[in-house]
């Protein structure tokens, strides 16, 4: 049956905004900081729950970038100055691993609305583990096969973590694969994931994103989760041969980089193309990558929207 | 002209009194001690004018923003650069000051840039179109007041249309088009040669009317996406159709291999880059490789770091280049604005980079290159 959720972090609102830089400015305490927050992570959670989302998220509002809850959060690591975020114009703290990375359990609980969620059927994100390294610098002195270990030890206790608080569905983001696509061994990526995943009591996805899925499509169905997502605003998926029987596609037709609220015509059309171009089991309607990237006020109006596809999609189905 | 010519490439840091002038509020004694410093070290005489200015929270902004080009284009004078600037002292950045100027967009909330660090980011909600042009009385204020040539600095298209939200085109792009990839591209392409024909083109007539012998037109985005290069070039030849005056392009912190071979169809004389914060892609080699033919403005100063590069460093990369290309062609500038430097550091920065330059010819005097 199609599905729709968010993929990533939201953006922060207005009230947000003005108190992070007061914080900064030492005009704020970090406990108004937290409230307005927590304010917030209601209000976007009654908004997937108004628009019917299938799984819910937190927003994601006290991550400031995709990688900080693990580079603040696992000893081993720690965030280093600013790198450009691919092909935006913003920015992350690129991780330094200085040395055994020391799995927790607890990095990803630190920062999440837990008590929010409460009694919605809710979903995570955390970065896959090949990402995490790729978009990390190895300044441990160890080999890249050991550090790609390390960081499958890290994530497997964060998603198990994850799982026994009650979360429904892990995803695992990936930028990298399908944007650095000649550098990255995914045979060895898939490999990485599926120790992350083996076991694991929730629905998975591998969620890629700002690069082109297309050339990568027959791989990345192999990858060991149910859902794979596809930056249909990046990707060409026409004449394709891969086939995704077995999986559920998640077809990335609400552009978190762009402020035009797409129509639900548009959306719909998207997902059912993907669907039947892949031979795929299933579709969900997602954004094609974080909504951070946009203003509080378009990410409110295309979640509404995503809500609003998802349902005439499901009508379509039946 | 002399060999190995040297220039700024845009911004400096805004000193404390302009910025809290142009916000209403009174200067402290730290920095009206700052502004007779500098007074003194650039040769400025009549501040006492500024100081009556500054002292009455009502002032005349725009008389305010004058002190502040003044003081900009003698710090670059007495740095002993060949051509000056006013530093961008009355523009707030290179991307809101040109689209608060343009008819066609709407700015929504703040985007965050990263960490807590945001940004207005407007979107593009009808057809833009250009209010007046802009510019232009900055350029004849600076040229009223500068000794040496002038090269005004304004944002190009391709990054204007880059870091704004696209409504409209996308709402105009041909509903045959499905696939969401090509109706993005065709919407940008719409949406940077409309920039460039309704408001670069006539924007740079009028700064060319007002006398500006030599226009740079930033492009930082310019590498962000290599298959949008095609669009860069064409909008950028669409801004420049007709001008007479020198057209240079800056473009900082990119891959530069991602622009070639389409950017030698750009309509360009001069290309201001980086080259002390490289990395792994030398722009001199990629010149040579290209047969590119045009001026190069060698990036020689980390604008990112306080470390003063010495004369003697200076000079050999200027060499480096020039074994390689040729002298003729070779400029010396910052690898991009020193906007997040402290004068201080800005003025021994560029005044080593004056004189490295100076020893790099000295070092050619009578000696062949290569």
């Known amino acids: 049956m199609p599905f729709a959720h968010l993929v990533g972090i939201f953006p922060r609102s207005e009230r947000v905004v003005e108190l992070s830089r007061a914080v900064d400015r030492g005009r704020a305490t970090a406990d108004e900081l937290s409230a307005a927050i927590a304010d917030d992570e209601r209000r976007i959670i009654a908004l997937q729950q108004e628009a019917g989302l299938d799984y819910i998220v937190d927003g994601q509002l006290r991550w400031q970038d995709l990688l900080r809850p693990l580079s603040t959060g696992i000893p081993g690591m720690h965030p280093n100055g600013i790198s450009r975020w691919f092909d935006n114009n913003s920015f ?45 610098e190895n300044a441990s002195g160890r080999s890249a096969d050991e550090v790609l270990a390390d960081a499958v030890a890290v994530l497997r206790a964060e998603a198990r973590a994850l799982a026994d608080a009650g979360c429904a569905y892990v995803q695992f983001s990936d930028p990298v694969l399908v944007t650095r696509a000649s550098r990255i061994d995914v045979g060895r990526a898939r490999s990485a994931l599926e120790q992350v995943t083996d076991g694991l009591r929730t629905r998975t996805a591998l969620h890629t994103f700002f690069g082109d899925a297309g050339p990568l499509l027959s791989e990345l169905i192999r990858f060991p989760v149910h859902e794979i997502g596809i930056d249909l605003y990046a990707s060409t998926i026409d004449g394709t041969k891969a086939r995704a029987a077995g999986k559920t596609v998640l077809a990335g037709a ?20 993907l669907r039947d171009a892949l031979g795929a089991d299933d579709v969900a309607l997602v954004p094609n990558c974080d909504l951070e990237l946009l203003p509080w006020e378009c990410a409110e109006a295309k979640t509404r929207r995503l809500g609003e596809a998802a349902t005439a999609l499901k009508a379509k189905a039946r | 002209m002399k060999l190995f010519p040297t220039q700024e490439i845009g911004s400096i840091a805004k000193p404390g009194w302009l910025v809290k002038a142009t916000r209403g509020q009174r200067p402290n004694a730290a920095d009206l001690a700052d502004l007779d410093r500098w007074a003194e070290r650039l040769g400025i005489d009549g501040t006492g004018e500024l100081k009556t200015l500054l002292a009455d929270e009502h002032h005349d902004k725009e008389r305010v923003r004058d002190w502040g080009a003044i003081f900009a284009v003698r710090f670059f004078e007495a740095a002993g650069l060949d051509v000056v600037y006013d530093g961008e002292a009355r523009r707030v950045e290179m991307y809101e000051y040109p689209v608060r100027r343009i008819a066609g967009f709407h700015f929504y909330g703040h985007v965050r840039s990263f960490d807590n660090k945001y940004y207005r980011k407007a979107a593009v909600v009808d057809r833009v179109r250009l209010v007046e042009p802009f510019h232009i009385d900055e350029l004849k204020f600076v040229k009223s007041i500068a000794r040496r040539p002038v ?175 040729g002298p003729e062609k070779i400029w010396a500038n910052p690898d991009c604005g020193l906007r997040t430097r402290t004068w201080d550091v800005a003025f021994a920065k560029l005044r080593n980079l004056v004189e490295g330059a100076g020893l790099a010819r000295e070092a050619l005097k009578g000696q062949p290159v290569g």
């Open chain 2, 151 to 325: 090269k005004i600095p304004i944002t190009g298209p391709y990054t204007l249309a880059d870091w704004s939200f696209n409504e409209h085109y996308l709402k105009t792009v041909d509903a045959s088009v499905t696939d969401l990839r090509k109706r993005s591209y065709a919407a940008k392409h719409a949406f940077t040669l409309d920039l460039a024909r309704e408001v670069l083109n006539p924007t740079l007539e009028a700064l060319e009317a007002a006398g500006a012998d030599w226009i740079q037109i930033d492009e930082p985005a310019a590498a962000t996406h290599p298959d949008e290069v095609p669009i860069l070039v064409e909008a950028f030849n669409e801004s420049v159709r007709g001008i007479k005056a020198k057209i240079s392009i800056h473009i900082c912190y990119s891959n530069y291999r991602l622009l070639y071979p389409e950017m030698l169809k750009m309509r360009v004389d001069h290309l201001a880059l980086e080259f002390k914060n490289t990395g792994d892609f030398n722009v001199v080699q990629l010149f040579k490789d290209q047969g590119d033919p045009r001026e190069l403005g060698l990036g020689v100063l980390d604008v990112h770091t306080d470390v003063i590069e010495t004369p003697e460093e200076i000079k050999d990369k200027i060499l480096e280049a020039a074994r390689v290309l």
């Open chain 1, 254 to 273: 609400v552009d978190g980089r762009n402020s035009l609220v797409e129509d639900v015509d548009t959306l719909v059309d998207q997902a059912r193309r």
């Open chain 1, 92 to 136: 992350y703290r690129r991780p330094v691993i200085t040395g055994p990375l020391q799995p927790t359990g607890r990095a990803v609980l630190a920062v999440l609305g837990l008590k929010a969620l409460a009694g919605t059927r809710w979903k995570a994100v955390l970065p896959s583990p090949s990402a995490l390294v790729a978009l990390s």
